[in-house]
């Protein structure tokens, strides 16, 4: 079947929908958090390893999909990501609190989220051109900031409201149930890179000096990106400002940066973006960890205009720069920073835990003492992007040299 005979519109709002059940996910589970840490006596590092199971199944499915996206299509790796998103979602809601469960159902979440970017990026590189590809995958993305603005709006509203955490789970059944129902049906498109469809050749194609560069750099971006994210409201809940209003306002400043991507990438290209991103990241972390009040809402939207740009950009340069490492190159990466902010998330809770003793031993109590916990923790994240400016400077001048060229597979 020809790219051309593919419904285009209903495949891509498909995945958005897709994308949209992952924001609600991450969000709405930020938002219950502390309640889940008041009705079961959770620690933060307990807290920290169910996170974990979110972030861990995400590599996992991201990368078994690459590895088979060739041989059995995307359309069946999303039949797997609904089944697992159901089987998550239901298990959690009726967990009762059981801390073995809650794990095994935030590993199958993870697993359909992970489905989710492993068939729906290919498939949007393929059935899209040049900078329309990387415009549209920016706007496929655009979806996860912008659900993660509905999700905590949401929830925020519900826990305001006295409803329980499990009620708004339930939730995230909606934006999975629309996504079933418009990939019904559907075909999507062949590879259009021919040596793409070839594991060996994706193979050849990362194992090269530029891919593993971006491997390890994506590392970085996406901690950057969800560590602060995911921690909010115990990071910054006596910040003086709402911690659930941050993260709608810095995810929908991501929406609607991504929803504009397009001329930003064609002005600057990819690497440029990449670069000014880390600035902006390091600039909007060091701010969170120095200043309280109203302040931080502007703050929210510096951080937010940093990180936008990082896992689109850096799905789109290994689809544009490294084509022939195809859909299994885009689920590496999109895994490695996944598999990072698994690794993390009960290491920044243990950051957490010591701060908090760290300050106690130095008096503080109450607000002010979770407080200078966190902020002392964003102060320890702020070296995530400081070390990407580097990283992203020597990638500018070195694209910059060789004309932006095509890297492998031109």
Same mark, same amino acid.
Request: proline share 3%; aromatic share 12%; hydrophobic share 50%.
């Given at each position: ?60 499915? $991201?990368? %078994? ?12 790796? $999303? ?23 809650? &794990?095994?159902?935030? /590993? ?14 290919? $498939? ?56 079933? %129902?418009? =990939?019904?049906?559907?075909? =999507? ?54 911690? $659930?209003? &941050? ?26 973006? /990449?670069?000014?991103?880390?600035? &902006? ?87 002010? /003492? ?12 702020? /070296?995530?992007? %400081?070390? &990407? ?18 890297? %492998?597979?031109?």
């Amino acid at each position: 079947m020809s790219n051309q005979s593919i419904n285009q519109s209903r495949l891509f709002l498909g995945s958005c929908f897709a994308l949209i059940t992952t924001a609600f996910s991450f969000s709405i589970r930020a938002g219950i958090l502390k309640q889940l840490g008041t009705e079961y006596g959770f620690s933060a590092e307990q807290l920290g390893t169910i996170n974990q199971m979110w972030f861990l199944g995400f590599p996992i499915a $991201m990368i %078994v999909g690459g590895l088979i996206y060739n041989s059995v299509g995307g359309k069946r790796i $999303m039949q797997f990501a609904f089944l697992a998103h159901a089987i998550g979602i239901l298990s959690t809601i009726f967990s009762g609190g059981d801390y073995t469960v809650l &794990l095994i159902s935030t /590993l199958f979440i993870g697993l359909g989220n992970g489905c989710t970017e492993a068939a729906c990026n290919p $498939m949007i590189a393929d059935a899209y051109e040049g900078n329309k590809m990387s415009q549209m995958l920016n706007r496929f993305h655009m979806w996860f900031p912008g659900g993660i603005v509905i999700g905590a709006l949401i929830s925020y509203f519900m826990t305001g409201a006295g409803m329980s955490w499990q009620t708004q789970i339930w939730i995230i059944m909606i934006p999975t149930i629309i996504y079933v %129902v418009l =990939f019904w049906g559907q075909a =999507f498109p062949r590879p259009k890179v021919q040596a793409a469809a070839s594991i060996s050749e994706n193979l050849k194609a990362m194992a090269t000096p530029l891919f593993i560069f971006m491997f390890l750099c994506m590392a970085l971006t996406s901690i950057s990106e969800f560590g602060p994210q995911q921690w909010i409201d115990l990071i910054l809940g006596r910040s003086g400002a709402n911690p $659930m209003v &941050l993260l709608a306002l810095t995810t929908g400043t991501m929406a609607v940066a991504r929803f504009f991507a397009g001329p930003i990438i064609h002005k600057i290209d990819q690497t440029g973006v /990449l670069l000014i991103s880390a600035i &902006l990241t390091a600039i909007g972390l060091y701010m969170y960890s120095t200043m309280t009040g109203g302040i931080l809402y502007v703050v929210a939207i510096i951080y937010a205009c940093g990180i936008a740009y990082f896992w689109p950009n850096m799905v789109g340069f290994v689809a544009d720069k490294i084509p022939a490492s195809g859909a299994l190159g885009m689920s590496i990466i999109g895994g490695v920073g996944m598999f990072s902010s698994s690794i993390f998330q009960p290491i920044i809770g243990r950051w957490i835990d010591s701060a908090r003793e760290e300050k106690a031993a130095e008096g503080l109590t109450g607000d002010a /003492l979770e407080l200078a916990a966190g902020q002392a923790t964003i102060s320890t994240m702020v /070296l995530f992007p %400081v070390i &990407l400016i580097v990283a992203f400077t020597g990638l500018y001048f070195y694209m910059k040299n060789r004309g932006n060229k095509v890297a %492998v597979g031109a």
